[in-house]
């Protein structure tokens, strides 16, 4: 399978920043990739799929002013949240679509805690 | 619209069998995937069913009926190690992940 890498793991910032979190498919070339959100004790929540060289399709109730992705290699994509809140502090993975069986890798994940 | 339905938590003893079911209603069907999840960790691929039946693999075996939008994960010869969280998503249209709201396992000696 796939091997997915984040960065940063973890990230703390204050209210009103923005804060850039990298997904990196190190040995896979990835035509797409998935942004996903997880507050605690919950389950994963689709946030957007990113597709590279075209814009994110973005969920329902997800803003894409506030988080903002781009897919500029087959190996990178980023996700920009923008103007950050408390209430944004959740855990971001991200995956990466394989083929085959249409299964998804996920990358370690990025705890973000916006003070 | 889509529903995935899982038991929130289960408890089951070392050593034992567990059985963790998922019910779905979806509007598109391409598979369904069980994933495992430690606290903090991202999920890791447990199995995936695509046709009716039992997919086994080692310890663990998963179940699919599609007519009665059914799965489920048995676990057995539970070892402490895993206490964590279990996935079910449906691959939909479009290779997208639905996931439904997880199953917390604990083990216990």
């Known amino acids: 399978g796939a091997v997915v890498s984040q960065h940063p793991s973890r990230v703390i910032c204050k209210s009103g920043t923005s804060v850039k979190i990298e997904c990196r498919s190190l040995?896979?070339?990835?035509?797409?990739m998935f942004w996903y959100r997880q507050f605690p004790k919950q389950s994963l929540m689709l946030m957007a799929t990113s597709n590279e060289g075209s814009k994110a399709t973005y969920e329902q109730g997800v803003e894409k002013d506030k988080f903002l992705i781009n897919h500029a290699s087959l190996t990178l994509s980023t996700l920009t949240v923008t103007s950050a809140h408390p209430e944004d502090s959740s855990f971001y993975i991200c995956?990466?679509?394989?083929?085959?069986?249409?299964?998804?890798?996920f990358g370690p994940g990025t705890r973000l805690t916006v003070l | 619209g889509q529903n995935i339905d899982q038991p929130t938590e289960m408890t089951a003893t070392e050593g034992a069998i567990v059985q963790i079911n998922c019910t779905y209603q979806t509007s598109g069907f391409n598979g369904l995937f069980w994933y495992q999840q430690h606290a903090g960790e991202a999920p890791t691929f447990l199995s995936y069913?695509?046709?009716?039946g039992l997919e086994e693999k080692g310890r663990f075996s998963s179940f699919l009926s599609r007519s009665k939008g059914y799965s489920y994960l048995l676990l057995k010869e539970l070892q402490m190690k895993d206490s964590a969280s279990y996935l079910c998503a449906i691959n939909n249209a479009g290779n997208m992940l639905t996931f439904g709201g997880g199953t917390r396992l604990m083990v216990k000696p």
């Open positions: 040995d896979f070339q990835a035509t797409t």
């Open positions: 995956s990466v679509l394989g083929i085959g069986n249409n299964e998804q890798f």
């Open positions: 069913n695509v046709l009716d």
